[in-house]
């Protein structure tokens, strides 16, 4: 056993949702976002507190979306997830009536008892919650763009910054505090160069990069798939000095020490040929399959909970795996208590397979390495039942384990600064790692109405700032700017081209369309004179904040930068 740590493990998990609430029930729309708070956050709030009585810091970072923490601390869900967790305990307690259900219905019983305890103490605020984690230094909480909408495709660099600014800006007036990490949205990256407009035939003109913009915004570090990594083109070394040793990268690849384009350490991303303050943490494929894979992840257990069976549609499942090849009619009786000892085994192998990667590393190359994983945070707890057990379990082996160091990506920043420093490709970690998932032939027309309505609104925003009294209008133009970014999240493409909610997404789409063209037209109307400010202003009021009342802070101020 080593007497001093090989290396490093950071944990990255994603908590997002796009704004549901007054959007529909189910199956599409609030449930989604009261199913994570009961499968995911509650229960990840019950682990931090099971690590707080360990000991534990540094335990992973934690990504939670500006629009997911407006909804998590809106009025509308605090409310509802109670809601929910009773009429979860009332679904639970009818089943038990069933002997067959019984010893089953009793296991859920006792968990949204203790979850419905939980949300009380807390007094439904579970934002604050996580931030106070936060601040003790058990975890890292990580930002985003405002909606999560998708950098490369976005036609101006202003609307980027206005997605980031809005972002953090969020996520400070939620937390207290302004995060320096940030989860980009889909891992969704483009360098500064040339850029041809993929829908509209617009012409190609030269970009700012998402890195140059995250720097700009105080932004240290974010993920990117482990495809990026490889495709990235070696451009020096930071000095201990504070000095930058340029190697070309056909050098980088003939010096015999190990580290250039690995996903074994962060790299600091260039800008034009230099270093920038912005670090990319590479997920490591090998060891987040161990979670991740359909194939050979833990999740596919045969006794873990089966998600996609439930008792009369939107009630409670009962079954367990089984064998991922059977049809849901032959899935067999889920057995809870079987399940403790899985986790732990499962754990205590995730937490090898870690700790042989960093030893091996470390032995071969002299260097700290860093083992970096990522997941989507809804597989804790939603996709996955057992998913928060694991985590704590995983975390804990971690922390106890000599060889591993465990911390957050910001706490590796402070303690091993990178050295390395390259230049990224274009991607995401979308199927194929480039934009096919958001840009093809079933949702084009979505990009197309976007970068029409992104020049609308600028051509307005500068019309606007022309008039002298221009206060009012702005009012009315920072609605449309809400709904403007509220169109721009990637959730709408992603939901039609994974056939997972194709209605819901084509109708949230057009519906958020609508509304931006319907304000805009009032602001136009405003400024030709064809219509009085007050009404025209209680009318956009009415239209936009029926059931988007988010962002209600939005400044117009998040649009006025330098032209692009």
């Not at 609430?21 to 189910?26: F, I, K, P």
């Not at 010096?255 to 690995?262: E, I, L």
């Not at 909970?305 to 409670?316: A, N, P, V, Y």
Request: charged fraction near 25%.
């Amino acid at each position: 056993m080593n007497a001093r740590p090989s290396g490093s493990f950071v944990l990255a998990l994603h908590g997002h949702m796009p704004w549901v609430l007054h959007h529909g029930r189910w199956p599409h729309g609030e449930h989604w976002l009261f199913e994570a708070a009961v499968g995911v956050y509650l229960p990840m709030l019950s682990v931090l507190d099971d690590l707080e009585r360990a000991g534990v810091t540094n335990a992973f970072s934690l990504g939670l979306t500006p629009v997911l923490l407006e909804q998590l601390a809106h009025p509308t869900f605090r409310s509802g997830v109670a809601e929910y967790l009773a009429d979860r305990a009332r679904r639970a307690e009818h089943d038990a009536r069933d002997p067959s259900l019984a010893h089953r219905a009793h296991h859920w019983a006792e968990r949204f008892a203790t979850l419905t305890a939980l949300n009380h103490r807390i007094d439904g605020n579970i934002v604050g919650a996580f931030a106070e984690h936060a601040r003790a230094g058990r975890i890292e909480l990580l930002s985003s763009f405002a909606t999560h909408g998708y950098a490369p495709l976005l036609k101006h660099d202003r609307c980027i910054r206005a997605q980031l600014e809005a972002g953090l800006a969020t996520s400070e007036r939620h937390l207290g505090f302004r995060p320096t990490g940030i989860w980009l949205p889909e891992c969704a990256f483009r360098p500064s160069g040339p850029w041809t407009q993929p829908v509209l035939g617009g012409p190609t003109r030269t970009r700012m990069g998402v890195d140059r913009i995250l720097e700009a915004h105080g932004v240290t570090h974010f993920f990117i798939s482990s495809a990026m990594a490889a495709g990235a083109r070696s451009e020096g070394r930071q000095v201990p000095d504070g000095s930058f040793d340029k190697v070309g990268w056909d050098e980088a690849d003939r010096q015999p020490r190990v580290g250039w384009r690995d996903v074994m350490e962060p790299h600091q991303i260039s800008t034009h040929g230099g270093p920038s303050s912005v670090v990319a943490f590479a997920r490591h494929p090998a060891v987040s399959e161990q979670v991740w894979s359909a194939d050979v992840g833990y999740p596919g257990d045969p006794r873990y909970l089966e998600f996609h069976k439930r008792k009369d549609g939107d009630g409670l499942r009962y079954w367990r795996v089984t064998d991922r090849a059977l049809d849901l009619g032959e899935k067999q009786p889920y057995a809870p208590e079987d399940v403790p000892a899985v986790v732990f085994s499962q754990a205590q192998h995730f937490a090898n397979v870690v700790r042989e990667r960093l030893v091996d590393w470390n032995e071969r190359t002299g260097r700290d390495g860093c083992v970096t994983a990522t997941f989507d945070g809804e597989l804790f707890g939603h996709w996955w039942h057992e998913g928060p057990e694991f985590l704590r379990e995983a975390v804990l082996a971690l922390h106890h384990d000599p060889a591993v160091r465990l911390q957050t990506a910001a706490d590796r920043l402070k303690t091993h600064p990178p050295q390395e420093v390259v230049w990224l490709p274009e991607g995401s970690w979308g199927e194929g790692n480039d934009h096919r998932v958001w840009l093809n032939d079933q949702t084009r027309w979505t990009w197309e109405a976007l970068h029409r309505a992104e020049d609308r609104f600028f051509g307005l925003l500068w019309r606007v700032q022309q008039r002298s009294n221009r206060k009012r209008a702005e009012a009315m133009l920072a609605l449309a700017a809400r709904e403007l970014l509220l169109l721009q999240a990637s959730d709408w493409q992603f939901v039609i081209h994974t056939e997972q909610a194709v209605d819901y997404g084509f109708r949230r789409f057009s519906g958020h369309l609508s509304c931006f063209d319907t304000i805009c037209s009032m602001v136009d109307d405003l400024l030709a004179g064809r219509r009085k400010h007050a009404a025209a202003h209680k009318a956009c009021r009415e239209l936009a904040l029926a059931a988007d009342d988010c962002f209600t802070d939005l400044s117009l101020d998040a649009f006025n930068f330098p032209g692009d």
